[in-house]
């Protein structure tokens, strides 16, 4: 039995597959390369380099491969570019998991796993969030996931697929063995960024809102490791291998740190106390987002392995210094 991990190239999607090889599981990556490596898909991994709205494409995988699991990743992911571009979003994240879908369904795919966000909830009114709250999406890539997560709901109602949706909240820190990390040169997500000021790879960085109501003006978020993450993956698929039911889940530690304690994390980490200019607010933004965990513990038994700040920027740092080799030596 295969699994077919969509995305696979990209940064949460190649934790996965090193997870997924890591538990013996055969697997086929599907991916276009437009924002992931083919460095990063594993040498014994089968690389498919395609669009996952292509019909043609998956009945053909479908029909080489014995998949009975999909797990998708691959989508278009930076809000304000889909605030600019919304056509654009809707139809990579949306209608063309419409598509993934019909040809599942056709071929008789039991289970996917579909990479949900935190972003549907947009600004929400309670903290720790959890799966209940209601659904405010404030972004079109907000709105993109959230139509995929209704689509899961009605096919899996109607036909033999189950599914567990995982909304992650943000997502950081690399593969502790050192194998991947975030790659996407123009990330803009605060680690990367902050782990790139500490190396001299930028001059320095913004603080984006200081007057929000929490405790030191700056927003909270909940990080939680990539490793811990893909490891939920795994939990989810051994739940609907058991026949578990469908389900929605927060991927998160249930804490969070503000941007200031963030940055402070990885000025000691790194021992290097770059310059840091208090900007604006970034339009968007919600001032706190920390997910309730109570769920994906006790329907899937999920437990976090790596719930420490300072191991997440250490091993930011590890990869970017890595990565700053291979881009000198043009790998
Ligand atoms: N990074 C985060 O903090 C975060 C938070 C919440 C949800 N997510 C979700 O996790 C998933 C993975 O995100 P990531 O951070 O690894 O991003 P990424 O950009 O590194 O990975 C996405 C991968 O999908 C591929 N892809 C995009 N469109 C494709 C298409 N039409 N056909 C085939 N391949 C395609 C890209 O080449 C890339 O390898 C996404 O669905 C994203 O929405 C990420
Ligand atoms: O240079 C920077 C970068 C970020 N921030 C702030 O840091 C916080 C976190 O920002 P970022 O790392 O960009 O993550 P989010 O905007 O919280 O969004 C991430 O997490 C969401 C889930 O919570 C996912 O849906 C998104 O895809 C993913 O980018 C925010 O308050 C930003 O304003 C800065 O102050 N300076």
């Given at each position: 039995?295969t699994i077919?991990v969509?995305?696979g190239a990209g940064?949460?999607g190649s934790h996965m597959t090193l997870e997924l090889l890591d538990a013996g599981e055969k697997v086929v990556v599907l991916d276009?390369l437009?924002?992931g490596f083919r460095w990063a898909v594993p040498e014994e991994v089968p690389l498919i380099v395609?669009?996952?709205?292509?019909?043609?494409?998956?009945?053909?995988?479908?029909?080489?491969h014995?998949?009975?699991?999909?797990?998708?990743?691959?989508?278009?992911?930076?809000?304000?570019?889909?605030?600019?571009?919304?056509?654009?979003?809707?139809?990579?994240?949306?209608?063309?998991?419409?598509?993934?879908?019909?040809?599942?369904?056709?071929?008789?795919?039991?289970?996917?796993?579909?990479?949900?966000?935190?972003?549907?909830?947009?600004?929400?009114?309670?903290?720790?969030?959890?799966?209940?709250?209601?659904?405010?999406?404030?972004?079109?890539?907000?709105?993109?996931?959230?139509?995929?997560?209704?689509?899961?709901?009605?096919?899996?109602?109607?036909?033999?697929?189950?599914?567990?949706?995982?909304?992650?909240?943000?997502?950081?820190?690399?593969d502790?063995k050192g194998r991947s990390g975030?790659s996407?040169?123009?990330?803009?997500?605060?680690?990367?960024?902050?782990?790139?000021?500490?190396?001299?790879?930028?001059?320095?960085?913004?603080?984006?809102?200081?007057?929000?109501?929490?405790?030191?003006?700056?927003?909270?978020?909940?990080?939680?490791?990539?490793?811990?993450?893909?490891?939920?993956?795994?939990?989810?698929?051994?739940?609907?291998?058991?026949?578990?039911?469908?389900?929605?889940?927060?991927?998160?530690?249930?804490?969070?740190?503000?941007?200031?304690?963030?940055?402070?994390?990885?000025?000691?980490?790194?021992?290097?106390?770059?310059?840091?200019?208090?900007?604006?607010?970034?339009?968007?933004?919600?001032?706190?987002?920390?997910?309730?965990?109570?769920?994906?513990?006790?329907?899937?038994?999920?437990?976090?392995?790596?719930?420490?700040?300072?191991?997440?920027?250490?091993?930011?740092?590890?990869?970017?210094?890595k990565?700053?080799?291979r881009?000198?030596?043009?790998a």
């Amino acid at each position: 039995m295969t699994i077919l991990v969509t995305g696979g190239a990209g940064y949460i999607g190649s934790h996965m597959t090193l997870e997924l090889l890591d538990a013996g599981e055969k697997v086929v990556v599907l991916d276009d390369l437009s924002t992931g490596f083919r460095w990063a898909v594993p040498e014994e991994v089968p690389l498919i380099v395609g669009d996952f709205g292509d019909a043609a494409l998956l009945r053909d995988i479908f029909a080489r491969h014995d998949v009975q699991s999909i797990i998708h990743f691959a989508a278009k992911i930076v809000v304000p570019e889909s605030v600019a571009d919304p056509l654009g979003y809707y139809s990579n994240n949306t209608a063309k998991a419409r598509a993934l879908l019909e040809a599942a369904v056709e071929a008789g795919v039991k289970r996917i796993i579909f990479s949900s966000t935190a972003a549907v909830y947009g600004d929400p009114e309670h903290n720790p969030v959890t799966e209940d709250e209601s659904l405010k999406p404030v972004s079109p890539y907000g709105r993109s996931k959230l139509m995929v997560e209704w689509m899961l709901e009605d096919v899996s109602r109607a036909h033999d697929l189950a599914y567990v949706a995982l909304r992650y909240f943000n997502v950081a820190g690399a593969d502790p063995k050192g194998r991947s990390g975030q790659s996407t040169p123009k990330a803009t997500h605060l680690i990367k960024v902050a782990v790139q000021a500490a190396l001299g790879l930028r001059p320095g960085m913004q603080v984006f809102g200081t007057d929000y109501p929490t405790p030191d003006g700056t927003c909270l978020r909940d990080y939680i490791h990539v490793t811990d993450l893909a490891r939920a993956h795994l939990d989810a698929l051994r739940h609907l291998r058991g026949g578990g039911e469908s389900l929605v889940c927060n991927c998160g530690y249930a804490h969070g740190f503000s941007v200031l304690e963030v940055i402070e994390t990885v000025k000691r980490v790194s021992g290097v106390d770059f310059p840091v200019e208090f900007a604006g607010r970034r339009p968007g933004d919600p001032a706190a987002i920390v997910a309730a965990n109570d769920r994906i513990r006790s329907r899937l038994g999920w437990t976090p392995r790596h719930d420490d700040l300072e191991t997440i920027v250490r091993q930011a740092l590890d990869w970017e210094r890595k990565l700053a080799v291979r881009n000198e030596s043009g790998a």
